[in-house]
T-cell receptor
Framework: QKEVEQDPGPLSVPEGAIVSLNCTYS??????FMWYRQYSRKGPELLMY????GNKEDGRFTAQVDKSSKYISLFIRDSQPSDSATYLC???????????FGRGTSLIVHP | KAGVTQTPRYLIKTRGQQVTLSCSPI?????VSWYQQTPGQGLQFLFE???????NKGNFPGRFSGRQFSNSRSEMNVSTLELGDSALYLC?????????????FGPGTRLLVL
């Protein structure tokens, strides 16, 4: 079993829909949780970064962490075709530990 | 501020050859990490350098090596290339001395081994 599991999709939704992207993990030592967006033929771009449990909102994006269930989510409200990309979750134990990445979920938002 | 830059962007090599990839981090960032990304395995960590020292290392064979210079620029080298080394190689820099959560990625170098 991988430390971080993420459904590769693709997830296809109509424009304006609320999108929910999720990851589960097995290592309870993870404290920092990140979401990256990667467009085709580009490097990943850091979207959200949260510490421990709780919610964090940034514009149309909300990151949610439930450490008791070892489950993190990224919600995208009013999704746009420009949101079509691969979304990678990542998590870290903190300190100089390197983050562990999920495989990524491909999201397609169609007009 | 300029982002992370990587050169070259595309590379075609044949089996048995070696290759050197270059990465310039964001100005002021001293930590540089390298990743290999493939459709089958996703993003896999290669190694991380901080102040010219390798601080973390992933589970890759010794054919993969790297180094960091005093200006924080980094290079990675792959010797005796294999077909399976075809991948997108990503470099990421981090502003923090300790925490690696805020990593900023470059556009990557796409390597094709024939």
């Amino acid at each position: 079993q991988k430390e971080v599991e993420q459904d590769p999709g693709p997830l296809s939704v109509p424009e304006g829909a609320i999108v929910s992207l999720n990851c589960t993990y097995s290592n309870s030592a993870f404290q920092y949780f990140m979401w990256y967006r990667q467009y085709s033929r580009k490097g990943p771009e850091l979207l959200m970064y949260t510490y421990s449990s709780g919610n964090k909102e940034d514009g149309r994006f909300t990151a949610q962490v439930d450490k008791s269930s070892k489950y993190i989510s990224l919600f995208i409200r009013d999704s746009q075709p420009s949101d079509s990309a691969t979304y990678l979750c990542a998590m870290s134990k903190g300190g100089s530990y390197i983050p562990t990445f999920g495989r990524g979920t491909s999201l397609i938002v169609h007009p | 501020k300029a982002g992370v830059t990587q050169t070259p962007r595309y590379l075609i090599k044949t089996r048995g050859q070696q290759v050197t990839l270059s990465c310039s981090p964001i100005s002021g960032h001293r930590s540089v990490s390298w990743y290999q990304q493939t459709p089958g395995q996703g993003l896999q960590f290669l190694f991380e350098y901080f102040s010219e020292t390798q601080r973390n290392k992933g589970n890759f064979p010794g054919r993969f090596s790297g180094r960091q210079f005093s200006n924080s620029r980094s290079e990675m080298n792959v010797s005796t290339l294999e077909l399976g080394d075809s991948a997108l190689y990503l470099c990421a820099s981090s502003p923090q001395d300790v925490n690696q959560e805020t990593q900023y990625f470059g556009p990557g170098t796409r390597l094709l081994v024939l």
